[in-house]
C-alpha cells in the first residue's frame, strides 16, 4: 500500500475513533439528566392529573368545553364601579383533568400598568349529571378567593351564575363562540337578575401552534 493512501486510511480511522469516544462522553453526561426527570418524583401528579380527551360518559356534554382545549391570548378589560379600566394582557389555557371527567383552566395576565408581575388563577369544571348542569370552582390563591358557579348552554353562549355573600348574583358568560375566538363576561347584578352591571370583558383568540412552541421554554 502506498504511504499517503497508508494516511489517509490512518486519518480516517482516528477521525471515527474520536466523534465515537465525543458521542460516548456527550451520551453519558445526557443519560443521568434524562434519568433524573423520569425518576423526578415531584412531576407524577402533573402527570396523573392530565387527560388527553373528555371521558366518554360526557356524551355530548363534552363539547361545551372541549371546543375551548388549547392556548389562547387574551386581551383583559376589568370596569370599576367608578369607570375606572383596568387592562391588561394574558394567555388562558384549557384542558382535560381526571381521566377526562373534568376541565381545567389557567388564566394568566399582566397588567399595563403597574409590576409587571405575573397573576394568575385557575377553574375546575365538570359535569354533574344529577343536577344537570356543569359546575365550576374558581381560585384565586393571590387573593384568597374561591367561588362556585353552575349552569350550561343558553341558546349559542355558555352561563354560569352563582351567589356572593352579600346576596348579588354573579354571572360568567363565554359569547360569540367561534373556532378561533369568544369572549368572556363577568357580570353582577344586585337586584335579583332584574338588572346586571358588567365588570369584565376579556377577548380570547385561539394561539396556533407555531406560536404555542415558540413561546415554550
Request: a positive charge; one cysteine or more; charged letters at 25%.
Amino acid at each position: 500500500m502506498q504511504p499517503k493512501k497508508r494516511l489517509f486510511l490512518s486519518l480516517r480511522a482516528v477521525t471515527f475513533l474520536g466523534c465515537t469516544s465525543l458521542c460516548g462522553v456527550l451520551l453519558a453526561i445526557e443519560a443521568p439528566k434524562q434519568g433524573a426527570k423520569a425518576s423526578d418524583s415531584r412531576r407524577d401528579m402533573i402527570t396523573a392529573l392530565e387527560a388527553t380527551s373528555p371521558h366518554p360518559s360526557l356524551g355530548e356534554q363534552a363539547h361545551v368545553f372541549d371546543q375551548f382545549t388549547g392556548s389562547w391570548k387574551c386581551d383583559y378589560a376589568n370596569f370599576a364601579e367608578d369607570g375606572t379600566i383596568t387592562r391588561g394582557k394574558g394567555e388562558v389555557m384549557f384542558g382535560w383533568i381526571l381521566d377526562g371527567h373534568a376541565v381545567q383552566d389557567i388564566w394568566t395576565w399582566t397588567a399595563e400598568e403597574g409590576s409587571g408581575q405575573r397573576e394568575l388563577l385557575t377553574d375546575i369544571r365538570f359535569f354533574d349529571s344529577k343536577s344537570g348542569k356543569w359546575r365550576a370552582v374558581w381560585v384565586d390563591p393571590t387573593s384568597f378567593l374561591v367561588k362556585t358557579a353552575s349552569g350550561g348552554l343558553v341558546g349559542d353562549r355558555i352561563v354560569l351564575e352563582s351567589m356572593a355573600k352579600d346576596g348579588s348574583l354573579d354571572r360568567w358568560s363565554f359569547n360569540d363562540i367561534a373556532k378561533d375566538s369568544f369572549v368572556w363576561r363577568g357580570e353582577k347584578s344586585r337586584d335579583g337578575g332584574k338588572t346586571w352591571r358588567l365588570w369584565a370583558e376579556h377577548r380570547l383568540k385561539r394561539e396556533s401552534p407555531a406560536a404555542i412552541g415558540k413561546n415554550k421554554p
